[in-house]
């Protein structure tokens, strides 16, 4: 099984920086996911890491530790359309099947003027 | 490439009736996974498709049950409804193992 802990609120400012942070126990480690939900939509993917390291994706940078069993999102120059819901989401290699994914219960990340 | 489908979108069902949603996957993509979205537990998964076959589920009752088509398409039936059904029901498909999930605009459900 696993257990996925995230913070449940955070706050930042517009043109900010902000990191999310996410630690993960696990028994078959197969892939950390980042989604990103606005309130009454769909979850849309944001990153993915496999291999240590930083991930950037424009605005958008991930980071995994696999040995910690962490990972952090990192916003860089915040916009108020970034107020959402930050989902940090682990893969388990499960045997025949890599696609379920566990799913921590979400950062929301309030971004003021 | 069109994204993932949902249908309905919304539906409003009364305690001990049975609903059925359907879901399409992006052109191409084999494996289908349900997830239920609920305030109080969050993203849980239901169970996952791929060529037509059940692979993996999730911790629910025996009243969800699902099925893949030829075609990929999947739908996902809860039966006996109860007030705690009621939630955000998502459906995402992938490629290959290694790939991304990617949902669909999810079906809300509402059991009175």
């Known amino acids: 099984g696993q257990n996925i802990d995230q913070p449940t609120e955070m706050t930042a400012t517009e043109g900010a920086i902000v990191q999310i942070n996410c630690t993960y126990q696990?028994?078959?480690?197969?892939?950390l996911f980042w989604y990103q939900q606005h309130a009454g939509e769909a979850p849309t993917f944001l990153s993915y890491?496999?291999?240590?390291g930083l991930e950037e994706k424009g605005r958008f940078s991930s980071f995994l530790s696999r040995s910690k069993g962490y990972s952090y999102l990192l916003l860089k120059e915040l916009q108020m359309k970034d107020s959402a819901s930050y989902l940090c989401a682990v893969r388990e290699g499960i045997s025949g099947s890599a696609r379920q994914l566990t799913f921590g219960s979400g950062t929301q990340l309030t971004v003021l003027p | 490439k069109a994204g993932v489908t949902q249908t309905p979108r919304y539906l409003i069902k009364t305690r001990g009736q049975q609903v059925t949603l359907s879901c399409s996957p992006i052109?191409?993509?084999?494996?289908v996974s349900w997830y239920q979205q609920t305030p109080g537990q969050g993203l849980q998964f239901l169970f996952e498709?791929?060529?037509?076959?059940?692979?993996n589920k999730g911790n629910f009752p025996g009243r969800f049950s699902g099925r893949q088509f030829s075609n990929s398409r999947s739908e996902m039936n809860v039966s006996t409804l109860e007030l705690g059904d009621s939630a955000l029901y998502l459906c995402?498909?992938?490629?290959?193992?290694?790939?991304?999930?990617?949902f669909g605009p999810g079906t809300r459900l509402l059991v009175l």
């Open positions: 498709y791929f060529s037509e076959t059940q692979r």
């Open positions: 890491n496999v291999l240590d």
């Open positions: 696990t028994s078959g480690f197969n892939g």
């Open positions: 995402a498909s992938s490629g290959t193992a290694k790939e991304t999930q990617y």
């Open positions: 052109s191409g993509h084999r494996s």
